[in-house]
């Protein structure tokens, strides 16, 4: 490594916590709170797409959305996420970070105003319209995933990485608390305007005309955060560590890191033959590309690693998360649909979800910040993995128990703790570690393979779950689906998933405290370093 480069890394590792640090937590953040927003409000609203436009007259039930249709509206941006997590991942190593930051969020605004304003002449035709928009928006959040934890992890010094690449990923956290507030306050206002009897007392008057601006509000409202924060995007520098490794412009890279930083890199001229020997052969030793086997001798274990836990995790947490209504409904909870108006339900729905963000999903995730840099990756991940798997089975051997009046309050108890420990654990660390571990000119490109087998894991579990969650008893299944194996059944394959969890976690290596360029193996050596509290298992 070139003695420029080392001067600009080792200013970077050592520099202190300075106001830029959170300006950039803030502005990275931004776009999370707005991918989480927009990707779990939908779950606050399907309930209400099924009454407005899949009404039977008639019905003994309340309309609903047909499986194949349900299966499209909640699963459709996953689909365009992990394609947009490959593709700006990849950009974001050919063009930089700075100038594929702003496209992402540019996507995400857009698309967020467009699924609101998705228009038809049929039911089908409106349902095609949203998942179109809804599929680009996920595009753009794809985006998201990589970059912004690239451009944290190369922000930061070493002492404060993880609790920075934390807070970003917890914005997520807030994404999902507003997207049920949002739903409270705009069911509430419009309850008050429009009041309407319950289903079962009217029918047709239960849901009113103007409930088909309730949920566009609810999805255009994730254009408002993402828009706030595009200028402060563009006028962030191009990371030093992007320009100086990958550019290999060590001047520019200390240029743009003294206009936002307080540190001093020394950046004179140096005699090329001095270097060029030895900085000649650590770039053969360091010009490997992902296919080659040089990548899968160094790094193919801690790909498998981040990929498989990510996607593992993910069958878990997205389908609980999006399908939380048809648990609370299942366990009573929430009243039988036919005993709510449409509003009404919407507002059950929204406060039974804003309740499980606040006591288990928010805390989660700043657990994670205060101690990810003092209890380190790997403990935190394997831990996590661990609670989620044991709560769940201790909602899923008892579940009976917990389906009986007067013992709902354990379930929740329970239910919320999942969240917390999957927040206060693998959600974020799957979302960390492929940030830190792998070399500049790979990094962002490997963030996003591992962000993209984790939504593959969202899609197997909101499309999975849907069917597989439904009722055993083929006269209690919801209308248009087959009987399936059951909320309890369905939380022992979640919890299997988990402890598979917990072996694919012993593949990637503790990152805590270590220099990214000791990490990926980008010193002198050519070698990724392995210090003895680097080990992936203490021994």
């Not at 039977?56 to 997590?85: H, I, K, M, W, Y």
């Not at 409106?126 to 190369?154: K, Q």
């Not at 409202?221 to 290999?248: N, S």
């Not at 984790?454 to 999975?464: N, T």
């Amino acid at each position: 490594m070139a003695r420029e480069q080392l001067e600009v890394l080792t200013a970077l590792d050592a520099a202190k916590t300075q106001w830029y640090h959170f300006t950039a937590i803030v502005i990275a953040g931004m776009g999370f709170f707005t991918d989480a927003y927009d990707l779990f409000c939908i779950s606050l609203v399907t309930k209400l797409l099924g009454r407005i436009y899949y009404y039977r007259e008639g019905a003994d039930a309340p309309g609903s959305l047909p499986p194949n249709v349900a299966a499209a509206v909640n699963g459709v941006a996953f689909c365009g996420t992990l394609s947009g997590q490959l593709f700006f991942g990849w950009l974001g190593d050919r063009m930089g970070r700075k100038r594929v930051y702003g496209m992402t969020l540019m996507c995400m605004v857009l698309c967020s105003i467009a699924s609101g304003l998705s228009f038809g002449s049929t039911p089908g035709s409106v349902m095609a319209t949203l998942c179109f928009f809804r599929f680009w928006l996920g595009f753009g959040i794809g985006g998201d995933y990589p970059l912004s934890a690239t451009i944290m992890s190369e922000y930061a010094n070493k002492k404060t990485r993880g609790a920075f690449i934390a807070a970003v990923f917890a914005m997520q956290g807030f994404g999902i608390l507003t997207g049920g507030v949002v739903t409270l306050i705009v069911s509430a206002a419009f309850r008050a305007a429009f009041p309407t009897p319950a289903y079962k007392d009217g029918a047709l008057a239960s849901t009113p005309p103007q409930a088909d601006f309730v949920w566009r509000f609810i999805l255009m409202f994730g254009a408002v955060p993402a828009l706030m924060t595009y200028y402060w995007r563009m006028k962030m520098p191009e990371t030093a560590r992007y320009t100086a490794l990958v550019a290999k412009n060590a001047k520019q890279a200390a240029a743009d890191m003294s206009k936002v930083l307080q540190v001093e890199i020394g950046a004179e001229e140096e005699d090329p033959k001095a270097n060029d020997g030895g900085a000649g052969a650590a770039d053969d030793r360091n010009s490997f590309g992902l296919f080659s086997g040089e990548f899968l001798r160094r790094h193919g274990l801690h790909l498998l690693g981040t990929a498989t836990c990510w996607f593992l995790l993910d069958i878990a947490f997205y389908s609980q998360n999006l399908f939380q209504k048809d648990i609370f409904t299942a366990i009573n909870l929430i009243p039988e649909a036919k005993k709510m108006s449409a509003l009404e339900e919407v507002h059950r729905i929204a406060r039974a979800q804003t309740l499980i963000a606040l006591c288990g999903t928010v805390p989660g995730y700043w657990f994670t910040v205060a101690l990810i840099d003092r209890i380190g990756r790997f403990w935190i991940q394997l831990g996590g993995f661990f609670f989620m798997a044991v709560f769940m089975l201790g909602l899923a051997f008892p579940y009976h128990h917990w389906t009986t009046p007067g013992n709902h309050i354990g379930f929740v108890v329970l239910y919320a703790l999942t969240f917390f420990f999957a927040n206060f654990g693998p959600n974020s660390t799957t979302f960390i570690v492929p940030a830190e571990i792998f070399p500049a000119r790979l990094r962002s490109t490997c963030h996003g393979i591992s962000a993209a087998a984790g939504k593959l894991g969202a899609i197997v579990g909101s499309f999975g779950f849907l069917y597989l969650a439904q009722n055993k008893d083929p006269a209690k299944v919801d209308h248009g689906y087959k009987a399936g194996i059951g909320v309890r059944n369905s939380l022992f394959i979640l919890a299997a998933c988990n402890f598979l969890g917990m072996g694919f976690t012993f593949c990637a290596p503790e990152s805590n405290g270590i220099s990214l360029e000791e990490l990926s193996g980008e010193n002198d050596d050519g070698e990724a370093a392995a210090p003895a509290h680097a080990r992936t298992v203490p021994v």
